[in-house]
T-cell receptor
């Protein structure tokens, strides 16, 4: 158990809908990262938040957005869903003290999103 | 453009022998490398990492080697055990960013 929790575990929805995925980082971790794993693809970085502020953006679609709340949990919002958005969405957290520290990220179990 | 490549989608090894998983990268700004193990229906689990100032890091049965000039790293597992059967991802970060760039993974099967 990494200490990172994600809900829901599974989500089935229709095209055009909007969903929210939730992540709670490990206790004490300030950074939250979101990744997408599609079929035949490795994990693709979407976005990072650090202590409530957006820190880095990857190949995140404009239809997707995220935020990190004062209690450090994060939500990933996916809107106008398309069939191709079906994927595993992982959240990870890290302490991110400084560059001399470990850069390891601890991953949650993921949310499997199916868009029909 | 894949910046981190794992060219072997799968690898089968006999129990007790050495497993060697390989990873190549193209971005010379990467300075921190990690290996993750992933079982089905679970998130990736951190295994071992190496900074670009080192060329080797060991943790129990797991050793990671880094060859910066070749932009190549490898993960050695000795001895391999059936419980090591999983998908292994190589990841890299650098240039002041903590975001990880992942390879597509290598599925390791350890045969009893």
């Amino acid at each position: 158990d990494s200490g990172v929790t994600q809900t829901p575990k599974h989500l089935i929805t229709a095209t055009g809908q909007r969903v929210t995925l939730r992540c709670s980082p490990r206790s004490g971790d300030l950074s939250v990262y979101w990744y997408q794993q599609s079929l035949d693809q490795g994990l693709q970085f979407l976005i990072q938040y650090y202590n409530g502020e957006e820190r880095a953006k990857g190949n995140i679609l404009e239809r997707f957005s995220a935020q990190q709340f004062p209690d450090l949990h994060s939500e990933l919002n996916l809107s106008s869903l398309e069939l191709g958005d079906s994927a595993l969405y992982f959240c990870a957290s890290s302490v991110q003290r400084d560059r001399l520290d470990d850069g390891e990220q601890f991953f949650g179990p993921g949310t499997r999103l199916t868009v029909l | 453009d894949q910046q981190v490549k794992q060219n072997s989608p799968s690898l089968s090894v006999q129990e007790g022998r050495i497993s060697i998983l390989n990873c190549d990268y193209t971005n010379s700004m990467f300075d921190y490398f990690l290996w993750y193990k992933k079982y089905p229906a679970e998130g990736p689990t951190f295994l071992i990492s190496i900074s670009s100032i080192k060329d080797k890091n060991e943790d129990g049965r797991f050793t990671v080697f880094l060859n910066k000039s070749a932009k190549h790293l490898s993960l050695h597992i000795v001895p391999s055990q059936p419980g090591d059967s999983a998908v292994y991802f190589c990841a890299a970060s650098g240039a002041g960013s903590y975001q990880l760039t992942f390879g597509k993974g290598t599925k390791l099967s350890v045969i009893p």
